[in-house]
């Protein structure tokens, strides 16, 4: 795939999942696709599940600012806080030189940083850790030790990991969510879901008493392996945390668009 092809994928498999997963905690939840626009957004206390991303291709300055103050319109219209994911490769080079300007302007505030990343990189070996076991998230009691180990990796109070997967049916039945467990205790989790002929890897977390450890990589290395065990599919794809972004690649994965996360301003 060229660059423009692999930031394109990259937002379109956002849109897929995302769509799923916030259709998951509300039926009624803002999915729209408008021009531009994709809104994805469940409006629960998990901000992961509060999405919007901008779609036009090539985009020019004068179009990214429109489009920034109409996704600032839609974040002050909800209940609770969440984030624009800008693909920044999607913007021609007048965009991405004024976007901080633009922004700012618009009312948003810079947050973290991001990777896309994608690789045909599937079927790949059956992970093993000497420290580590694995289990298949399948119960509620599994997928609070899941919601927990996201929220406190990310930062999140426990409620909020706790409102955006407990109780989920999907996250049970079509997520290939693992657990990477020491002894008992769960250490650090993976998941991967099928979306458009791809396996797309959600919400990885370490817990941070555990870290540089490698059990994020092994995890992460599980789903996949089961996955692809199960779909057949070869590739994955997956948006990375700046902490995440140095291991995707020792399973193959390549890096392709910046992401930017934008919130509201205070």
Same mark, same amino acid.
């Given at each position: 795939m060229t660059g423009l092809a692999e930031s394109r994928e990259s937002v379109e498999q956002l849109a897929a999942v995302w769509r799923a997963m916030v259709l998951d905690r509300d039926a009624g939840a803002d999915v729209r696709d408008l021009p531009g626009i994709a809104v994805r957004w469940a409006d629960c206390s998990f901000a992961f599940w509060n999405c919007v991303t901008l779609t036009d291709v090539g985009a020019?300055?004068?179009?990214?600012?429109?489009?920034?103050?109409?996704?600032?319109?839609?974040?002050?219209?909800?209940?609770?806080?969440?984030?624009?994911?800008?693909f920044e490769d999607l913007l021609d080079d007048g965009a991405r030189s004024t976007l901080a300007a633009a922004a700012e302007r618009a009312g948003l505030e810079y947050a973290f940083p991001g990777t896309g990343m994608a690789g045909d990189l599937l079927p790949i070996p059956e992970p093993v850790h000497p420290d580590l076991t694995f289990a298949r998230v399948t119960t509620d009691e599994q997928l609070r030790a899941y919601a927990d180990l996201n929220s406190r990796a990310y930062g999140f109070p426990l409620e909020e990991g706790r409102d955006g997967?407990?109780?989920?049916?999907?996250?049970?039945?079509?997520?290939? /969510?693992?657990?990477?467990? +020491?002894?008992?205790?769960?250490?650090?989790? &993976? $998941? #991967?879901?099928?979306?458009?002929?791809?396996? %797309?890897?959600?919400?990885?977390?370490?817990?941070?008493?555990?870290?540089?450890?490698?059990?994020?990589?092994?995890?992460?290395?599980?789903?996949?392996?089961?996955?692809?065990? /199960?779909?057949?599919?070869? +590739?994955?794809?997956?948006?990375?945390?700046? &902490? $995440? #972004?140095?291991?995707?690649?020792?399973?193959? %994965?390549?890096?392709?668009?910046?992401?930017?996360f934008y919130g509201l301003k205070g």
């Open positions: 020019d300055a004068e179009l990214v600012e429109h489009r920034l103050r109409q996704v600032a319109d839609i974040m002050r219209s909800k209940k609770h806080p969440g984030f624009l994911w800008l997967l407990v109780g989920s049916t999907l996250w049970k039945n079509e997520v290939y /969510a693992y657990l990477a467990l +020491r002894g008992d205790v769960p250490v650090a989790c &993976a $998941g #991967a879901i099928e979306a458009d002929g791809r396996l %797309f890897v959600v919400l990885v977390a370490t817990d941070p008493q555990w870290q540089r450890r490698g059990y994020g990589e092994a995890v992460t290395r599980k789903a996949l392996y089961e996955g692809a065990r /199960a779909t057949g599919l070869t +590739r994955a794809t997956l948006h990375a945390t700046a &902490a $995440g #972004a140095p291991v995707y690649p020792r399973i193959g %994965f390549q890096p392709n668009t910046p992401i930017h």
